[in-house]
């Protein structure tokens, strides 16, 4: 009989990243991947999904407004352990960094089902940056049985911390896989000029709230003072990240101020883009997988591969200096093309087929 392994999730950038992952295990003659929605988003979680055309088993739909983590994550739990009962799971597979990935891996724990983590390994070395999203890493692979590491520095990170060698995979990122899937599908933003260069935007990072409005307050003036430029920035539905950015930036001319977009549409927009400009984590993934220059509003990043390689650079996060470093960057033409020149250290397009492989191996 198959082993039915269900894939929770919740999130925009957990929802594209596993996607992939269920289209791999549905190819396969032993597991039969089932998912499991919490809804900790809501458009955004359907935005992501619709390009790949994945059915769901079950939306626990716990999004509210202005939700706070404490009541998010009791949300999930007791909803989470419920789900997996009735559904049977064999294993529960969670993906990356979110409450939802901490929280269905401890109600999958707590009903003694074993969990893998997709995304395994990745550290940022502070607690408070990403906040909460090291927290969240650290305490799911505490819970977990194996471990999916897209690099080989994840997968350093996770024996340091105790992982059995066994039962850690190295498989590249599913981020790739999906991005080399829609954006090649994906169509255009209309309002995208056809020629001149794009900077994609996106900031939503908690860390960054308290700096949030002034970053966008310096962002309009490198864009105003850039004219040929064209900034698209898809805001983020948190109301706190919209209340930030949008007065200072929608009066500028060459700023697009856009609502979140289909993930095809996002994907062909970084396509499009020239360089990135983000505080996103699969973003640094998704430009290093384009060829396209990633300037990170963050003082770490559990990301290294892309720094090191050189298509990704840290901004750190105070404005002053974080738009100075933005705005020299925009206007070294030499600099963007050794940066769009480096190799992807992420993957190449095959990660869900080795985590596929892997668990197969591990359930047989
Ligand atoms: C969450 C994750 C973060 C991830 C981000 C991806 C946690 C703690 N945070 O942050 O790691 O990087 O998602 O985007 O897990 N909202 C909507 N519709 C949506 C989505 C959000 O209206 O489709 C609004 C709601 O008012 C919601 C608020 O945004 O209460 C915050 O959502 P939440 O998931 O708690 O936090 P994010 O900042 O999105
Ligand atoms: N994304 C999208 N539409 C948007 C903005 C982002 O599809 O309007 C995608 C983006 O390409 C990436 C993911 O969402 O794959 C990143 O999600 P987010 O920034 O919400 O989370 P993070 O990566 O910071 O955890």
Redesign the pocket.
């Known amino acids: 009989m198959k082993k039915r392994i269900v894939l929770a999730f919740g999130?925009?950038?957990e929802a594209?990243k596993m996607a992939p992952v269920y289209l791999a295990l549905a190819r396969s003659g032993a597991l039969e991947p089932v998912i499991l929605l919490t809804g900790q988003h809501r458009t955004?979680l359907e935005?992501?999904l619709s390009i790949f055309g994945v059915p769901h088993e079950r939306n626990l739909d716990v999004m509210t407004e202005r939700q706070t983590l404490p009541e998010l994550a009791a949300r999930i739990l007791p909803q989470a352990a419920a789900a997996f009962r009735g559904l049977k799971a064999d294993y529960v597979l969670v993906h990356?960094?979110?409450l939802t990935t901490f929280v269905s891996a401890w109600a999958a724990f707590l009903e003694r089902i074993p969990v893998g983590h997709v995304e395994a390994g990745l550290r940022s070395g502070s607690m408070s940056e990403p906040f909460p999203?090291e927290a969240n890493r650290v305490l799911t692979d505490a819970l977990c049985d194996t471990f999916f590491a897209p690099t080989e520095g994840a997968r350093a990170n996770l024996l340091k911390s105790g992982a059995a060698p066994a039962r850690v995979f190295v498989t590249g990122q599913t981020?790739v896989d999906?991005?080399l899937f829609a954006s090649k599908k994906g169509v255009l933003p209309d309002d995208v000029p056809e020629r001149g260069p794009v900077a994609t935007v996106?900031l939503?990072?908690r860390e960054n709230w308290p700096v949030l409005n002034e970053l966008a307050r310096r962002l309009a003036g490198v864009a105003r003072a850039r004219a040929e430029w064209t900034f698209v920035f898809?805001v983020?539905l948190n109301p706190v990240v919209r209340e930030a950015v949008v007065p200072p930036l929608s009066g500028v001319g060459n700023v697009k101020l856009v609502e979140?977009?289909?993930?095809g549409?996002?994907?062909a927009l970084?396509a499009r883009s020239r360089l990135i400009l983000?505080?996103?984590?699969?973003?640094q993934e998704?430009g290093a997988s384009l060829g396209v220059p990633v300037a990170v509003v963050r003082n770490v990043t559990e990301r290294p591969e892309g720094v090191e390689a050189g298509i990704v650079t840290l901004l750190g996060n105070e404005p002053e200096r974080a738009m100075t470093e933005f705005a020299a960057l925009m206007d070294d033409e030499p600099r963007l093309d050794r940066m769009a020149s480096v190799k992807n250290p992420y993957g190449d397009g095959r990660a869900s087929e080795r985590i596929a492989a892997a668990l197969e191996r591990r359930l047989a």
């Open positions: 999130t925009r950038p594209i955004q935005q992501a990356g960094d979110t999203e981020a999906a991005i996106t939503h990072r898809p983020h979140p977009l289909e993930y549409c996002m994907a970084l983000t505080d996103s984590g699969g973003l998704e």
